[in-house]
Nanobody, 121 residues
């Protein structure tokens, strides 16, 4: 079993900052990639940022220059730093991990339950 737990969501005014953290635990051999997605009411879940290594980070165009994703490879955690937040950044933010549970298993994707971010104007 693999568990992902997000933390750090909340209410912030436009222009403010938040930091979301995600910790993976359970049966994990290695994590290939960790990502952050978000879903606003009535919208589909969308990729916000993803990272496999220090040189492989990708961001949605809407957050480039404002959000930064990082990973702690020893602790199996991922953090997203969100600056200059806008009301359109509001939604439920989900952490995901693409990982191998054992040396012989296939790559599998796992999700956290999500944490809500609300940006007021």
């Amino acid at each position: 079993q693999v568990q992902l737990a997000e933390s750090g969501g909340g209410l912030v005014q436009a222009g403010g900052s938040l930091r979301l953290s995600c910790a993976a635990s359970g049966t994990i051999f290695s994590i290939n990639r960790m990502s952050w997605y978000r879903q606003a009411p009535g919208n589909q879940r969308e990729l916000v940022a993803t990272m496999s290594s220090q040189t492989d980070r990708t961001y949605a165009n809407s957050v480039k220059g404002r959000f930064t994703i990082s990973r702690d490879y020893d602790k199996d955690t991922a953090t997203i730093y969100m600056d200059d937040l806008k009301p359109e950044d509001s939604g439920v933010y989900y952490c995901s991990a693409d990982l191998f549970q054992t040396r012989h298993s296939e790559l599998s994707k796992h999700w956290g339950p999500g944490t809500r971010v609300t940006v007021s104007s």
